[in-house]
């Protein structure tokens, strides 16, 4: 029972979290660019800050919900 609500959420949050990166705008400079600007690094301004944020959180709760389903179903 619970194994099936932890899959049925693994699903929606694999989804959400493909849906949000797609979102993403392109960073066109590349590794080097990014390291030189520093804080644009770890966020951003306006949308795509939050959308950064989100997509964050989504990586978290499915690596989250990885290990649990890993660990339930032993």
Known sequence: MILNLFLVLFAITCMALVFFVLLQ??????????????????????????????TSVMGGLFMLLAILISFISR
């Open 25 to 54: 705008t392109p960073k066109q400079a590349g590794l080097s660019a990014s390291m030189a600007s520093g804080g644009s690094l770890l966020g951003g301004r306006g949308v795509e800050g939050g959308i950064i944020r989100v």
